[in-house]
């Protein structure tokens, strides 16, 4: 999920047909929409947000080199997507970010990935149900074009910028590893015990996901500094309450009480995917 994806085999509509496209758990029609103008944000949070991107951007690309010129395998590229229908969490820094340069359609859309979201996290009985369900009926996030590659990518959230694959896209697809047999999942564990760059435990290569740690505490920091609170969560539903001047103006003066219960105008509230500390 590096944003611009990799060369899956089938395109991307053959791969959402297979999984149903991200069926709607519930009609939209039955959910709470948001109504208010869009939020103007902070340009110090979205400025620190971007100087921590282009830092790992800096790093990663380093390391990357390296890695490759070792030998190392990547099978990320242009026009793969086969992870852009994990759940993804985010700093409500990276989402006023994300949420600044939507148009007003991109941020319908959101706002409907969102809604499915809250949908499966009232839902789900436990968290592989949640991923499996996320997978397979949230579906792919909006912001992925038709062509298999992010319409975002310059301000993709950290998680789609550190997760690189050492095995071909089809091991990231959902239903992969589900779909082996025991005799099959003891070869993939002893491939990725033995090809470089992972943690021996899954085919991701494990230091790309180790460096973007300091975009984490950058964003705490800052959130911290502006807000006096920390926000994390959900992907669609932080970018979704970013734009709302109601909750962000309860962020911004550090109510976190006020905070939860503009999101819970919205329909948009539950611990799985709005948290504050
Ligand atoms: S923002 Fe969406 S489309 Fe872009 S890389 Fe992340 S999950 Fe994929």
Known sequence: MNGAGRACEGGVNELKANVGDGAPLLPCSMLPQMTAPHFTPDPAVLQAVRGAYARYEKAAGR??????????????????????????????????????????????????????????????????????????????????????????YEVRPTRCRDTFSAFPAVYCQEGTWEGMNAHEKRDYAREVRRTPGTDGETHFIAPLEEMSEPVWTRCAQIMRQRWGLEAWGDFWVLTTLAASPAFMAAVERGERGAAIREARKLGLDHETVLEFS
């Open 63 to 152: 390391f990357l080199t390296d890695f490759t010129a070792q030998g190392g395998a990547v099978h990320c590229a242009a026009g793969c997507f086969g992870c852009c229908n994990m759940p993804i969490r985010l700093s409500l820094a990276e989402a006023a970010l994300v949420a600044s340069v939507l148009s007003p359609e991109e941020a319908r859309r959101v706002e409907k990935h969102a809604r499915k979201v809250l949908h499966n996290a009232r839902t789900a009985p436990n968290e592989d149900e949640y991923v499996k369900r996320h997978r397979l009926k949230v579906g792919y996030c909006p912001l992925l074009g038709p062509d298999g590659a992010c319409t975002r």
